[in-house]
């Protein structure tokens, strides 16, 4: 294979590229899905191709194909250059110099995923799904449950001299699930558990117990909660709502694409541009980070998919905005060097920038401490539906489990707690962050065609003071 693609890099070279790029990849991926007790859908997926990208007369041109041989390989190349030659504009594409490496990298699994059956896989469903069915306070008339498994494989190199190579297994397994008690209407919930290992993920997961949980939760909220309090509070968010505030009103906006305007038709703008940087947007307790290089997590690589190395990045540092999301393209633009926030989920589809395992850096205090010097606020410990706008400034989170705090106590649960904020409001209202740090997994969607790249969203818990809270 490595000598097709040098062969494709020696022919772009006879096309006039001035840069040029190939990236073979496998994607082996199995997926059971069961709705309600019944397994709805079984199924793989097998893609296996070669995706190409020059720089031809200072514009970028992509192309791909499952047809492994020169002759196709021939066919895509000339497609990217014709594309490249189509698209020539008065600012000519540029990249970041970067130091290539030649490298290999692996996940290994210690319990390889085809060593477990599909029967064994469909009947772990199957418990869990009894768990819900065995409640007598509260009924689950809605159940959806999805385990999912992928091993990609990968070969990029690319003009400049990189070699990288790398094997990932990623198993996740996500849930749906709505809850509903006569005279108490419903609530629904959506997780998921994701990360990059083998089998032996998901049995640390403890699916039973997680189940159980679950089903506890709903149905105290639904049997006890409470109407929520409206007006001006102390609040403090759960690591999951955290989570998906830095994602959302952090990650998003800061990714350098978005700034420069490329993903505005596609996903939007941001309330973010380049003479920001410096800028304190938040309190001194707030640092947020997107680092992929964290062991197993979800959105773990080595490399992105520019052959550039990954490091953790601290988009905002104590309060102050320090960087943001680059690919090389972006950081010749704004005369940095590429962070390696290049990723692709496809051999056909093109790279372009994404987060990987997004979240606010700990702080030094427990929960209880949280707690203790608040008079009359709110714990919102999970989010039940989330609403963003497209520039990532103003927001509006709907909170699940959640619950009155009077005089330093946690007490009664409440139902549907609503907040809306501007993003630099948020961060601004934080004056204490937990030590327990934990995450949820994600798939993240970005670009046109949609890439859903995994992801982990994750933080401590934190504390907000003198915040407006709404409910329904």
Not at 28 to 49: D, H, W
Not at 96 to 118: G, L, Y
Not at 133 to 157: A, G, H, W, Y
Not at 348 to 364: A, D, F, K, L, V
Request: glycine share 8%.
């Amino acid at each position: 294979m490595e000598s097709l693609l040098e062969f494709a890099l020696n022919y772009a070279g006879r096309l006039g590229s001035t840069y040029a790029e190939v990236r073979c990849r496998r994607d082996v991926s199995n997926t059971i899905t069961m709705k309600n007790g019944e397994v709805q859908f079984s199924g793989f997926l097998r893609e296996f191709g070669v995706g190409v990208r020059l720089i031809v007369n200072g514009a970028l041109g992509f192309a791909s194909t499952n047809m492994l041989n020169r002759k196709n390989i021939i066919d895509i190349l000339s497609s990217a250059s014709s594309m490249a030659n189509a698209s020539t504009s008065s600012k000519p594409v540029r990249f970041s110099n970067e130091k290539m490496a030649t490298d290999k990298w692996e996940v290994k699994q210690k319990v390889k995923f085809d060593s477990v059956s599909v029967k064994d896989k469909v009947e772990l469903l199957s418990d869990i799904d009894k768990i819900f069915r065995s409640k007598c306070d509260v009924k689950f008339p809605s159940r959806l449950f999805i385990l999912n498994e992928t091993l990609t494989e990968q070969i990029f190199m690319n003009s400049e001299g990189a070699v990288v190579r790398s094997k990932v297994p990623r198993i996740s397994f996500s849930y749906i699930l709505t809850a509903y008690t006569p005279g108490k209407g419903t609530a629904q919930r959506f997780n998921k558990k994701g990360e990059s290992r083998g089998w032996e993920a998901v049995t640390s997961w403890n699916l039973d117990r997680l189940a159980s949980e679950e089903a506890e939760i709903l149905g105290r909220i639904l049997t006890e909660g409470k109407k929520p309090p409206r007006g001006e509070f102390d609040i403090i968010l759960g690591s999951e709502v955290v989570g998906i505030i830095c994602h959302e009103s952090c990650g998003h906006p800061f990714e350098a694409d978005r700034i420069l305007g490329r993903e505005a038709a596609a996903a939007g703008e941001s309330f973010v541009n380049m003479s920001m940087l410096g800028e304190m947007i938040g309190s001194e307790r707030v640092t947020i980070v997107d680092d992929p290089t964290i062991p197993n997590s979800y959105g773990y690589y080595l490399y992105d998919d520019e052959g550039v190395r990954a490091s953790r990045r601290e988009l905002i540092k104590r309060g102050i905005i320090n960087t943001f999301l680059h690919n090389r393209e972006t950081a010749a633009v704004m005369g940095v060097k590429s962070n390696g926030a290049a990723r692709s989920v496809s051999y056909s589809r093109e790279p372009i920038i994404r987060m990987s395992n997004t979240y606010m850096e700990r702080g030094e205090y427990s929960f209880e401490e949280l707690v203790e010097s608040i008079r009359e606020g709110v714990y919102i410990k999970s989010f039940m539906e989330w609403n963003i706008d497209d520039r990532r400034f103003n927001q509006r989170y709907v909170g699940l489990e959640a619950y009155r705090i009077r005089n330093g106590k946690v007490t009664n649960p409440i139902r549907n707690p609503i907040l809306e904020i501007t993003t630099p409001s948020l961060f601004m209202s934080v004056d204490a962050v937990g030590r327990e740090l934990s995450f949820s997994a994600a798939t993240c969607g970005k670009g046109d065609p949609m890439q859903g790249a995994p992801v982990w969203t994750g933080g401590p818990e934190v504390r907000l003071r003198n915040v407006r809270l709404g409910g329904s």
